[in-house]
């Protein structure tokens, strides 16, 4: 068999979970997307360790190292994701802007300006 046909469906699936990621607002699907990505590596290290005949099969076992960070990663993730849904009501990722850090005491709905924005403020 030759290399190209794996590699090919590697770039296909990579460049669907990328469109994924960059195009889904729920979480859930962005964390699916993701996994599609992985899987996409997983079968490029799979299809190079049987074409470079790896007598170690290196490309094997640094696949099942990637199914055990995409589990972990998973788990976490909808751990995180059921936690924010449980608090919002929505697992719509443009909602999650609010969970940005605010001075202590500051009452207003607008995000926290870097240091350097109100030293030039002031100074004008």
Same mark, same amino acid.
């Given at each position: 068999?030759?290399?190209?046909?794996?590699?090919?469906?590697?770039? %296909?699936?990579?460049?669907?979970?990328?469109?994924?990621? %960059?195009?889904?607002?729920?979480?859930?699907?962005?964390?699916?997307?993701?996994? %599609?990505?992985?899987?996409?590596?997983?079968?490029?290290?799979?299809?190079?360790?049987?074409? %470079?005949?790896?007598?170690?099969?290196?490309?094997?076992?640094? &696949?099942?190292?990637?199914?055990?960070?995409?589990?972990?990663?998973?788990?976490?993730?909808?751990?995180?994701?059921?936690?924010?849904?449980?608090?919002?009501?929505?697992?719509?990722?443009?909602?999650? &802007?609010?969970?940005?850090?605010?001075?202590?005491?500051?009452?207003?709905?607008?995000?926290?300006?870097?240091?350097?924005?109100?030293?030039?403020?002031?100074?004008?």
């Amino acid at each position: 068999m030759h290399l190209a046909y794996p590699a090919v469906l590697a770039v %296909l699936l990579f460049c669907v979970g990328l469109y994924g990621v %960059l195009a889904r607002r729920n979480a859930i699907l962005v964390l699916m997307s993701v996994e %599609l990505m992985l899987n996409a590596v997983n079968l490029n290290l799979v299809a190079f360790d049987v074409w %470079l005949r790896d007598t170690l099969h290196a490309g094997q076992a640094l &696949t099942l190292f990637t199914i055990a960070v995409a589990a972990a990663e998973i788990g976490i993730g909808l751990a995180i994701v059921l936690l924010v849904y449980r608090n919002r009501g929505s697992s719509d990722v443009d909602k999650l &802007t609010d969970l940005a850090e605010r001075p202590a005491g500051d009452g207003t709905d607008e995000p926290a300006r870097p240091q350097s924005d109100q030293q030039a403020e002031a100074a004008a």
